[in-house]
């Protein structure tokens, strides 16, 4: 009864958050200019979208597919959990993009006004996999209104951390490895740290767990990611920057794959295959190399990163995940830790290393679209951000900056540890239902599923 | 054995006009000029595809998913159903498309051929959505041959009546709601009544329903549609429209989505999610922004179309599909009329407001783009149309392109109920083999099925 | 015991091969200068990738998803072998693409350094096709080892082979059908009839067959390669001939796929569809038009070659394949010779024909881009390289180039043969692990597979 009321108020309290979306779009949101129709002036800019956007519409939309199927199959390797893993994944990602539109939006605003092009759609569903990365630690074990109300505070936290690292801070992170994968699985985990079983009945759930189908299913979700990662790492990037970030990230993802399969059958039972291993830490080669992908560090430097990656995720998969459950009591469902969370933390220290090495004869006038703190002195005269020069924005040396990318990693992932840690907190009034351990990681609590025996 | 001889010949009259497909075509088909080598000369256009091209075949290769991945894969929720949803979606579709160039080919003959290039396929991929949207609502209750000679019928049909529409009355339409949904899913709808069993047996067929298994393979096609919907609404659209009607898509299905979770939770048993509208509903807000996706709308518009067309969708299946199935025996298994029909009449009716609020001072040049019958009069001099200047095709005002609008939608569920009715009526001759309520929903009827226990 | 350790020593050899590439790339391997950073001068060039590669990125990802989702899902068809299927798929083709840049810029290296951008990429991609094809005939009867091994070995035999059909014979093969599809499917046959059971036990192995479940996931490969076709033949072609490329390949697919329906419900049992026919033969029309769908052979063309690799692809499932067991005990899982093998000759041929009716009249300048060796004689004086004079490289006349087309499909076939054999017999050492019969098509061999009743 109670859980019935509550069901229905979770939902009811979520309309109207779509409602209030509807008000914040039809005050504050217009088209770009670019969106807009031109004067008759300027024939020629008239045939097809804006060059850059000509571009990046297939990106985007790669991007799409990683959000939306990848995402959402990789989460169907639970047996019993297949509605949800897709639902869900499509519930909260189309929450977000609205969401992430506006906070975004605002947080850049110039004039009042929130302008929409292609652009913010793909920073829309780059934001969505924030919240989607730390709902795979926590598959199974929440309710969907848990989720929606963490995924609209996590990206609020994630928009104002990432502005931080990249607009004040000036750290390069193409890919997203740090304000995107490190911050997402961090704050996973400390939402999941909360949500831990107060008492000690620290057991797998019985339907923790894949079948022989639901594993196949969750093959779509990974090779989806698995194609489209480097059109993820290289949205963001022009030129042969993005050419770079799109080798780098086919070299890397190859890399961690073969190293994934060989460790996989090294360290299981039997010498035998994992198939988690293989449906996760095969892309550890794309997030280690997010933060790098658009650097000189050279396809033996991709193929390099890959092997790492792989290397620590299928570890983390088989010694570190069981540690931490067992110690902390850490519940990580898809182990997004050893996909995300270390191959990120990997991915900004060789970002320092490499910011470290960067030298203007290498990069020559890119050294400044990738390091714009590094930009030369003279520079600094023309600059009106009285912050950016107050934080040494600009004229930073290669080993300044390699010192603010380590500074970048560690402050996003205290921002989003301790923004977790508060966030569980929230999620486990009691206002708020809570599963308990029987019902975990089934469909049939949120889903009316067939009466057939299943199978 | 009658049976078999129906089926078979039936079969053969297939190839039979895929035999006189082959005629057509090396009769009439001939690559377009873009298509065909350049003389010398201008070494510059040699490189790569026509620049019109070059932003088109990525959207095209998304509606291709859509066709052929999207509709294939939303038709697998049957639990008995999935070689011919995904089989039947193909054979339909692979006949369409070729016979798509051909009528859509004849009807703006100029010279006594037709020209290919790449339009004629997106067109063509457009064409075959008609009669696979057909297809879902007559899905399982009809033979594979019943299915082809609808499709060839129907498509002949719907190309007439997108020429009258955009041709001779003007209408805009770019994302098809009205041309596409709105005509395939009456079509189907008045083809579902003419099929309906003769006695009143009017109860479910013991296959029609899902299965764990088969409603998580319908949510690749759910995903995969509601993915490149922005592709299939933009892709007749360029620069600024394109990019406008890319971001409505995008919004009112995000809108559309979060409203259709919430309602199938409040109006379902014990507040539980219902696959069916996950599957379906979510999808409603890009038929229902389709008409106007490239129009002023604002983003906040594309916003309330995705509430109003999800909230229209969830309330359609829950109420208003089981009163056509008992009142009017009409049945839709995948309920056709709530995903593409009444979000397409929705859509139809936002065109007719936004087109009389159009003007020049907001569209600037591209008002003659969106709405070539609101050109100013001077230009009816270069006319050389005398159609379209005697029905008005010039120098129509805001307002009266709104009644137009409406007037389209008008006739064009007039032309498909009708159509739909008199080939209904076709496919019940008894020279066509009909199935029996036992036979259907399942794929033993027509495919070689594993002997062993299927699950 | 035995079977632990080589599987141990198997995987570790591969970790080794994956360590000696990082060393090659490390030493060897180089952005090209369109990945890497420009001077300052040329403002207008930095933006956005080289034209070439704007155009060429969606179709690369397209390719991806062919190949690691394509081919992956398409041989989940086995009941219990979903996934080796989808996870050899993966490790083949990250360690063949890894390698295949490796000997392809070997071969064709010039100054001591390969340079990689998209296009080699792009180029590895469709070399993985190759081992991939052959994994085909060979689905469920190799060790992951033996698979990986024979990949190694394939690869630069196709790279060698490839070189000097296209460079050295100058014969044209844009798609791809002789130098891939021809190539993989007979090494593969070959490694086939090498690996046949010693004594003869020729009975069908009791896992050898789908479920209705497995059917269902190969669809999902069937589909994406349909779907993505287009942009494998057309990856290599530029402007109107990539167009063309595109238009043939469409017209030729669904031409194949409606022949593929019609013939397999007239020749199977009780005129009932057979799932293999519709997984392979359907696609069997973008094989036999690859060679040629840059040509002249008008959309007729296109569709009459779709006809006959349906009618071939599907009368070589149903009659010789089950000859090619019985009599030589070759074992072809997938059917890749009626899928690859036979339509490639057909294509081969067809491409002897074209290229005997090519007129400078009709092709014009892009003759000679189609045609090297067609270049008019005047040219011949300012060609450095010697070895292509003596081959006839210059001057040819279309009948000459015709029969270099012949000799080209012959050469690659006999070097697929030979090597195959070789190969094959290489892979049956006493230090290698062999399948047993009762160890083949099933995937608990070399995976953990959930324990619970798999169905």
Redesign the interface.
Known sequence: MHS?YS??SG??S??I???I??VL??VY???DV???????VPET???????????K???F??I??MI??GF??LM?FL?KY??SA??FN??VA??T??WAILIKGFIKMEDGMIR???E??IDADIAAAVPLISMGALLGRTT?IQLLFMAIIEVALFAANEYVALDILSITDVGGSITVHAFGAYFGLAVSLMLRPTKDKNVAGKHE?????S???A??GT??L???W??FNSALA???????A??NT??S???A???T???S??V????????VH?QNS?LAGGVAVGSVCNL?I???GA??IG?VAGTISVLGYRYLSPMLTSSLRIHDTCGVHNLHGMPAVISAIFSAIYAALAKKD??????EDIFPAMADSQQIESSTNATEIILGGYGRTAGQQGGYQLFGIAMTVAVAIVGGLITGLLLKQTCIRNLNKEEQHEDEQ?????A????
């Open positions: 019935g069901k229905l939902f009811i979520l309309f958050v779509q409602i979306f509807l779009y039809w949101v217009r088209y670019e969106a807009l129709p031109k004067d008759d800019e008239g045939n097809g979208l804006k060059e850059e956007h000509v571009s519409y297939p990106q939309q790669d799409h597919v939306f199927v959402a199959f169907t047996k297949a509605y897709t639902g499509l519930f189309a929450l993009v609205q929409m092009s292609l913010n759609l969907p767990g894949p079948s022989y189908n594993d196949t299913f093959m779509i090779l989806f698995w194609i489209f480097p059109s022009d030129g042969a920057d993005a050419e770079r799109i080798i086919y070299l993802l190859a890399a794959t073969v190293t399969f060989v460790l059958a090294i299981s039972h039997e010498n035998k295959l994992d198939m293989v095969t000189l050279g396809p033996h193929v390099l092997i290498d990069y020559k006038s890119t050294l949120y889903w009316e599923v067939p057939e025996k299943e199978c």
